[in-house]
């Protein structure tokens, strides 16, 4: 699902040159979940954004769902994101001024599916916000924001799910009862996950434990 080899990833910023990934290797199996742990600044979010095509490697190889992404324009990681790839943040990313309906069906409506709107009930249903459908974000609570932004990275059907702490700005139990949804709609659709996260308990949940110390990879649990 994911292959990286030997992936650099460096910014000049200020007059200094700063290398935020180096010689990172990872390969994730269709429906294989991985935890990815390590200090805060050690590259963590970058590397989702490299998988997600966000951000460009400097050096080295990326391949997700077969597409190598150095070949891919910018449509190109546009449709691979939009299509193929489900998305989670820690501060949730929907759109303030949209329903939670058309939040969920924006990823349909762009791909053109003429089922976009019945098919982005259905999945604000499995997430138990059918009732909350009209609702803007600024009307939800934080638990059922990241409800509709989890329906909103599945409704797809996407093989690869990358959250980066999409538990973060939530309390525990509010918090648990997120991941649950999202480990059951994962496990659930066969669809592989990197979850960034700081919560070891989370990261135990997972296939593997990989762990991030200056842009470094290393194997906490193989
Ligand atoms: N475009 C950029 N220009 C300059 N520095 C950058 C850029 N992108 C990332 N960095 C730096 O790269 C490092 C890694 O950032 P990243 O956001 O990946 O860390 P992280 O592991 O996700 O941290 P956190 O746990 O706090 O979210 C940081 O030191 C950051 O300042
Ligand atoms: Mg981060």
């Given at each position: 699902m994911i292959a990286m080899s030997s992936v650099e990833y460096a910014v000049d910023h200020s007059g200094r040159h700063l290398e935020?990934?180096?010689g990172v290797n990872l390969e994730v199996a269709p429906g294989e979940f991985v935890a990815l742990t390590g200090p805060s600044g050690s590259g963590k979010s970058t590397l989702l954004a490299l998988i997600a095509g966000v951000e460009r490697a400097t050096s080295g190889r990326i391949r997700v769902d077969g597409l190598?992404?150095?070949?891919?324009a910018e449509e190109g990681l546009a449709r691979l994101r939009r299509e193929r790839l489900g998305i989670v943040f820690q501060d949730f990313h929907?759109?303030?001024?949209?329903?939670a309906l058309e939040n969920v069906a924006l990823p349909l409506e762009l791909a053109g599916r003429p089922q976009a709107m019945s098919q982005a009930r259905t999945l604000l249903e499995q997430v138990g916000l059918g009732d909350r459908a009209e609702h803007r974000p600024l009307e939800l609570s934080g638990g059922e924001q990241q409800r509709v932004a989890i329906a909103r990275a599945f409704v797809a059907r996407p093989a690869l799910i990358l959250a980066d702490?999409?538990?973060?700005?939530?309390?525990q139990e509010t918090g648990n009862r997120v991941m649950d949804l999202l480990f059951g709609l994962a496990r659930s659709w066969h669809a592989a996950m990197v979850l960034v996260t700081h919560n070891p308990d989370l990261a135990a949940r997972t296939d593997r434990h990989l762990r991030l110390e200056a842009g470094i990879l290393h194997t906490v649990k193989p």
């Open positions: 935020i990934l180096r190598d992404l150095a070949t891919l929907l759109i303030p001024t949209l329903t702490e999409p538990t973060g700005n939530l309390d």
